[in-house]
């Protein structure tokens, strides 16, 4: 469930160059407006109560805080640094994960999973500079720290949704209605509104709120709740590997040795993290051959 959101935030840069010069903030309150109708429109479905939105105050900043906050802090950071450099930051995020996961209850962080998310943040760090060397500057160091935020708030929202594990991920329709509401308030204040020119245009926004800001925060809910962390974590560095490919295939970017060279650092360290979990399942499918060994006939 956990990779599922990384699949579909795969999605994000092609839906987002598809969706034509719509701000930030609007692009931001439309999509997640359409995310908040998934919820509401799988909640009436499913004749949930609507008492399910009597939640604890730390439930309600950490989730909300969680959505908007990232998306905020992200836009800001790229007003104030270069892309290349602002993204990479805030994809430390998987990193803080894997290594924040220490704090957790039951949690043990091993040697294998700080390497694997190493190697993931390697990969990215390829796929966000094709291979070239960054030059950080002191002028941007504003844009530096909102894009460090940015990737502790999101990572801090994953490990504090632990703690609300008993929580449904339902919630996420509350949160994605708050952030809507905040990114139109953002817009009105800070942007001139630009409507998508296209039925193209409209299709992408559309598609956009119904997955990578709309159903991928349902899943990413319920992975970093219900699911083994630390290999979430470290597999979401998947995310920008594969937006990349999607670009390529897409004929808006080309292929390069750093993309080669990146798949294989994230998929090794996602195999790294991943430790724990494949020596399980050796030890079930050889228990299951044991067993079946056993029976008569």
């Known amino acids: 469930m956990g990779f599922a959101a990384v699949l579909m935030w795969a999605l ?11 701000p930030p903030f609007q692009l931001a309150a439309m999509t997640f407006a359409v995310g908040t109708v998934i919820g509401l429109v799988s909640l009436r479905l499913r004749h949930v109560d609507a008492r399910l939105f009597r939640q604890p105050p730390g439930v309600w900043i950490t989730g909300v805080g969680g959505l908007f906050g990232y998306h905020a802090l992200y836009f800001a ?16 995020w998987p990193l803080l994960i894997v290594l924040g996961s220490a704090l957790l209850p039951g949690e043990r962080l091993r040697w294998f999973h700080i390497l694997g998310a190493l190697a993931g943040l390697a990969g990215a760090a390829l796929i966000v500079t094709g291979g070239r060397t960054l030059a950080l500057s ?7 720290g909102l894009a460090a935020l940015c990737a502790l708030t999101w ?36 942007e001139t509104t630009v409507w998508p020119a296209t039925a193209g245009e409209w299709l992408a926004v559309l598609m956009l709120g119904l997955m990578p800001v709309g159903a991928a925060f349902y899943v990413w809910d319920y992975g970093v709740k219900h699911g083994d962390i630390q290999v979430i974590g470290a597999a979401s560095y998947a995310a920008p590997l594969l937006s990349t490919l999607i670009l390529v295939g897409a004929g808006e970017t080309q292929m390069r040795w750093s993309v080669v060279a990146a798949a294989l650092l994230i998929t090794a360290g996602a195999c790294l993290a991943a430790l724990p979990l494949f020596s399980r399942l050796l030890r079930r499918d050889a228990g299951l051959a044991a067993n079946a060994k056993r029976q008569p006939g």
């Open 155 to 190: 990572s801090t929202y994953s490990l504090a949704s632990r703690r609300f594990s008993g929580v449904p991920s339902d919630i996420v329709t509350g949160f994605c209605a708050a952030t809507a509401v905040l990114s139109l308030l953002a817009h009105l204040a800070f």
């Open 77 to 92: 950071a790229l007003r104030h640094a270069p892309p290349a450099e602002a993204s990479l930051i805030a994809y430390l």
């Open 12 to 22: 994000l840069a092609l839906l987002t160059a598809w969706s034509g010069k719509v």
């Open 138 to 144: 002191p002028q941007y160091v504003v844009g530096y």
